[in-house]
């Protein structure tokens, strides 16, 4: 079940990442950097899901894991630089942490449990 609602979350934060990257003009390369990263984050859950053994799932799930932070850096930058206003990533950030506590508490089980 929380693999498929990790699944599911990815996807929509990915949807949500392309919706603010059209919408910011210019700055095309950072714009991209964090368009990869946050869509980065579902491809590589989603990956983990197909994964030949528990160390596999876990060092896929360790990418998504990067991504994820890698994104929250993007976030903040954008923030600082004022490319987005705060309103416009206020929940673009949860969702982003959110998903980074539940790739840690995934990651997390399947270590204790090998």
């Known amino acids: 079940m929380k693999e498929n609602l990790l699944v599911d979350?990815?996807?929509?934060?990915?949807?949500?990442?392309?919706?603010?990257?059209?919408?910011?003009?210019?700055?095309?390369?950072?714009?991209?950097?964090?368009?990869?990263?946050?869509?980065?984050?579902?491809?590589?859950?989603?990956?983990?899901n197909y994964a030949r053994s528990k160390t596999d799932f876990a060092a896929k799930l360790q990418i998504a894991l990067k991504e994820c932070y890698e994104t929250e850096y993007w976030i903040d930058l954008f923030e600082r630089t004022s490319l987005l206003d705060k309103e416009n990533l206020k929940k673009f950030r949860h969702n982003c942490g959110a998903i980074r506590r539940m790739l840690i508490a995934s990651i997390n089980t399947v270590e204790n449990n090998n």
């Open 9 to 48: 979350m990815s996807l929509d934060f990915a949807v949500d990442a392309v919706n603010i990257c059209d919408s910011i003009k210019g700055h095309g390369c950072l714009r991209d950097q964090m368009m990869r990263s946050a869509t980065s984050i579902g491809a590589n859950i989603r990956e983990a």
